[in-house]
């Protein structure tokens, strides 16, 4: 599904967007989980600090980094938390840690891509002892 920041503020809003979709296809969108204390790190987050960030920033690689620190506004009531703001001495990358992947998170970062040109938006994953990278 492709979606513009116009198509989210004609909808009043991205959860009102993906419903429409939903019902558009035939099928009811999923209940939206829990979500977990703003500025604490799950288990991922915090394994991608110490795995990536850490080092990197220990041999000079990176600037510095910080959790949580950006809020994006995408639309009139939808913004976008990236999990990490890295600064490195070429540029400033966006970085959102995934477990998988909700489809309201996946429409938010490529719409921030395309309104944000100077920041690089990177996704990780790690799956089977690796970190698979997608960049937007």
């Keep these: 599904m492709r979606v513009s920041a116009r ?16 019902r558009e296809n035939g099928t009811r969108p999923k209940p939206f989980r829990e979500r977990r204390e703003p500025g604490r790190m799950n288990k991922t987050e915090a394994r991608y600090r110490d795995e990536v960030l850490e080092p990197a920033r220990a041999s000079g690689e990176i600037v ?16 976008y938390t990236p999990d990490f703001f890295v600064v490195r001495r070429e540029f400033m ?14 429409v938010k970062i490529k719409v921030a891509a395309e309104q944000y040109p100077c920041f690089k938006f990177t996704a990780l994953r790690f799956v089977k002892g690796r970190w698979e990278q997608e960049e937007f």
């Excluded at 503020?9 to 979709?21: I, M, Q, S, T, Y």
């Design 64 to 79: 510095d980094y910080r959790f949580e620190a950006l809020k994006l506004r995408l639309a009139d009531l939808t913004f």
């Design 7 to 22: 198509d989210i503020k004609a909808a009043g809003g991205l959860d009102k967007l993906l419903a429409a979709k939903g």
């Design 93 to 106: 990358e966006v970085v959102e840690i995934k477990g998988h992947w909700e489809d309201d998170a996946r």
